[in-house]
């Protein structure tokens, strides 16, 4: 992906990405992915990862992003039990 940001719609402000199979498989980076997210991170684009997984928790996760070679916030990963309690809290 040589430029993931010209391909994108006019007017996109953020990106969600799935991390298992989309960015890591078994661990290791899909290739070209951390270049892409850096990329569009450096063009201003908001990006969030989702997880599904509830085996790790986000620190984990982002550990697991960053020896892969991503660069990086724990606070960009976005799992099952955060979202919940998220939830919970809104909701009171």
């Given amino acids: 992906m040589s430029d993931p940001v010209g391909a994108?719609?006019?007017?996109?402000?953020g990106l969600l990405f799935d991390v298992d199979g989309?960015?890591?498989?078994?661990?290791?980076?899909?290739?070209?992915?951390p270049g892409a997210l850096?990329?569009?991170?450096?063009?201003?684009?908001?990006v969030r990862l989702l997880t599904n997984t509830s085996r790790r928790g986000r620190a984990?996760?982002?550990?697991a992003l960053r020896a892969a070679g991503f660069d990086l916030a724990d606070d960009l990963v976005l799992t099952p039990a955060l979202l919940a309690?998220?939830?919970l809290l809104e909701q009171g």
């Fill in 8 to 13: 994108l719609a006019p007017g996109t402000r």
């Fill in 22 to 33: 989309t960015l890591l498989a078994d661990d290791r980076a899909v290739p070209g992915a």
């Fill in 38 to 46: 850096a990329r569009l991170a450096a063009a201003g684009l908001r």
């Fill in 60 to 63: 984990d996760v982002g550990a």
């Fill in 85 to 87: 309690r998220r939830l």
